[in-house]
């Protein structure tokens, strides 16, 4: 079993359909800069798809709580695996947060059982400023995050104001002194 860190409260799941960042209907090279970092299938393969290899790509194998085609899983699953996780829908995960750290550290793919949708906010955070981070706003299209510090400090509130171990959390982010 995956130790859960946080889980998102149903009181604040309107908070989180507000994109972080500017939505766009499709990949557009030259808004990316530093690391890009893809949160989603959809997104990691519209990002291959325009010949931009991500420097991270976080995916579940789902879009909108479907499975997604043999194609898509096919053009990600080129990249290499740097791990696979469990994270449970509506969480955060220790073992999410670890893999975030590898990838960032060795580049490449981190395949989600259970959901990722979360996991964008711990990318952010970890993300250095410059990075681009991206992810899926359903019905709506890419939304891109140009990391910085306002950025990075919205990401954390809002995982601060998640149920759970926010103290484990924030150790698991490097953020606290141990």
Do not use: C
Not at 16 to 38: I, T
Not at 96 to 104: D, N, P, R, S
């Amino acid at each position: 079993m995956t130790e859960v860190l946080v889980r998102l409260p149903e009181e604040m799941r309107g908070d989180l359909k507000e994109p972080l960042g500017d939505v766009v209907s499709d990949v557009v090279a030259s808004r990316l800069s530093g690391r890009v970092v893809a949160v989603g299938d959809m997104v990691t393969y519209h990002l291959l798809q325009a010949d931009v290899k991500p420097d991270v790509a976080v995916v579940d194998g789902r879009t909108e709580r479907e499975e997604v085609d043999d194609e898509i899983v096919e053009r990600w699953s080129a990249l290499p695996v740097v791990a696979r996780v469990g994270n449970e829908p509506g969480t955060v995960s220790r073992s999410v947060v670890e893999a975030l750290y590898k990838a960032f550290d060795e580049g490449g793919l981190v395949e989600v059982e259970g959901e990722e949708d979360l996991v964008v906010l711990p990318a952010i955070v970890l993300a250095e400023k410059g990075d681009t981070v991206l992810y899926g706003q359903p019905g709506e299209g890419i939304v891109y995050v140009d990391v910085g510090d306002e950025t990075r400090k919205n990401a954390l509130d809002l995982l601060r104001r998640m149920d759970g171990d926010t103290d484990a959390l924030e150790d698991a982010l490097g953020l606290r002194n141990s």
